[in-house]
């Protein structure tokens, strides 16, 4: 039990004040700032309320602020409310007594899931009071929150990439529908082709985003941005009817149909039915079976969420091809491949980057293996002859690469 030794505070005008006057005298005797804005966060502390009750968590929250007057006696600190704080700290040691009170916090608490973090803003002149602002609030605030998820680390620092990275992150979120509307997002292709020809015998549509403000942003900033923000599905079902478009006017111009691949997300079976999106756009655009086919990625299904299970049975069922991404990246489960029938499973670019005696070996291993349980086999990345020769050697069906090719627009894939 914790006891209450509640304390004056300073508010947030007075924790400002203090914060600016220690800099700007820093500023007149040295020319040099010394001090750095920290922000505090404790992380999961839902989960101390939820085990100890309100009062107790208000206690703990005490407690926090005590060990951070302690650890940074004399210095500007201030609850900023929630389970956050913020400290004008000396920037000489300030790692070491970040780690000192985070370890104290965590001694205290015991539940390394509940653990305070800290972000750091190290400053090079003198900050506008709107800079110190931001500087606590929303720079010091970015760096922690990087390592939310990370047990090894107490503290990040803030930088000028990572503060890019945080506006590009608001700027996703906050653009997607003008993006569809406007055209900003496109279908690239990549070429899909058979080992032993060299012929294109299918493609892969992968988004790109083309903003005005921000250049070409890649997939692999706004897709993990839109799943966290449940938007994905909005556009994966504009990617889908994008690819169906542009098979429409391949039948239409008498072009050798070929199918293309678009990539759903666990997400997407979650937040809708992709099975019947993907049914009424090929109803709409007339297209036969077997012209779209559908990428899941292994980490998709490895906890056999019903609603993911339920989408691809429906998809298969059907008669969509169905193909396993990325496998061999992330937590392979070989029992995914027990539990669905796929198309074909396509070998994660990891195994030909570094391209080494093992993990030729590993993909040999795994090309047998697909063989027995009669599914096509698709290696990704390929980017040299050696590897093509490689994978031609070994029997892998199906090479994507930049050696045969880099996702274009279809205008160019032509
Ligand atoms: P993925 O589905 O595994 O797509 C293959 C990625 O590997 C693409 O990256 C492609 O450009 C890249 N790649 C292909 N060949 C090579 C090569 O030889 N060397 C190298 N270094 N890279 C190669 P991209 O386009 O950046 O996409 C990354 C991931 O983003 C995709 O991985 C996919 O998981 C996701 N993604 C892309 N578009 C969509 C989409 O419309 N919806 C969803 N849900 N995910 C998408
Ligand atoms: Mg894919
Ligand atoms: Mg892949």
């Not at 205290?108 to 931001?134: E, M, Q």
């Not at 005696?357 to 050696?386: F, N, P, Y």
Request: charged letters at 25%; aromatic letters at 10%.
């Amino acid at each position: 039990m914790i006891t209450d030794t509640r304390r004056t505070h300073l508010g947030r005008q007075e924790f400002l004040q203090a914060s600016a006057e220690c800099l700007q005298q820093e500023w007149r005797e040295w020319h040099h700032i010394k001090s750095c804005p920290v922000f505090f966060n404790v992380t999961n502390f839902h989960l101390y309320n939820a085990a100890h009750g309100f009062r107790q968590g208000d206690l703990c929250l005490q407690h926090i602020e005590d060990i951070l007057q302690e650890v940074f006696r004399g210095r500007p600190i201030m609850h900023l409310g929630s389970d956050n704080f913020a400290v004008l700290a000396d920037a000489a040691d300030v790692q070491v007594r970040i780690d000192t009170a985070c370890q104290r916090v965590l001694t205290f608490i015991g539940n390394p899931n509940i653990a305070l973090k800290a972000g750091i803003r190290f400053l090079t002149g003198l900050p506008s009071t709107k800079d110190l602002n931001v500087a606590f609030d929303s720079e010091a605030k970015i760096a922690c929150d990087t390592i939310k998820k990370d047990a090894s680390r107490h503290w990040a620092v803030y930088t000028e990439e990572l503060g890019l990275r945080h506006q590009t992150q608001n700027y996703v979120r906050e653009h997607l529908d003008q993006a569809m509307a406007k055209g900003y997002i496109r279908v690239y292709l990549q070429p899909v082709v058979r080992t032993l020809t060299g012929r294109l015998v299918s493609a892969e549509a992968l988004a790109r985003w083309e903003s005005p403000q921000y250049g070409t942003i890649s997939p692999g900033i706004f897709i993990p941005v839109l799943e966290e923000a449940h938007l994905i599905h909005k556009l994966d079902t504009y990617i889908l009817r994008a690819v169906a478009k542009i098979m429409r006017r391949i039948l239409d111009e008498q072009m050798p149909p070929f199918p293309i691949s678009v990539n759903l997300s666990r997400l997407d079976f979650l937040l809708q039915d992709p099975f019947s999106v993907a049914e009424t756009i090929r109803e709409e655009y007339r297209l036969p079976l077997g012209l779209i086919q559908i990428e899941v990625t292994e980490n998709a299904l490895v906890d056999k969420m019903n609603s993911v299970l339920n989408g691809i049975q429906k998809f298969q069922q059907k008669g969509y091809p169905v193909l396993l991404d990325d496998f061999g990246s992330g937590y392979s489960s070989l029992n995914v491949l027990k539990d669905y029938d796929f198309d074909t499973i396509k070998f994660d670019m990891k195994f030909l980057h570094p391209f080494t005696e093992k993990s030729r070996k590993i993909l040999k291993a795994l090309v047998s293996m697909a063989k027995d349980l009669s599914v096509h086999t698709l290696a990704e990345g390929a980017e040299t002859k050696e590897q093509c020769d490689f994978l031609r050697k070994i029997g892998c069906e199906k090479i994507q690469g930049y050696y045969y090719g880099k996702p274009v627009p279809f205008d160019d894939f032509q």
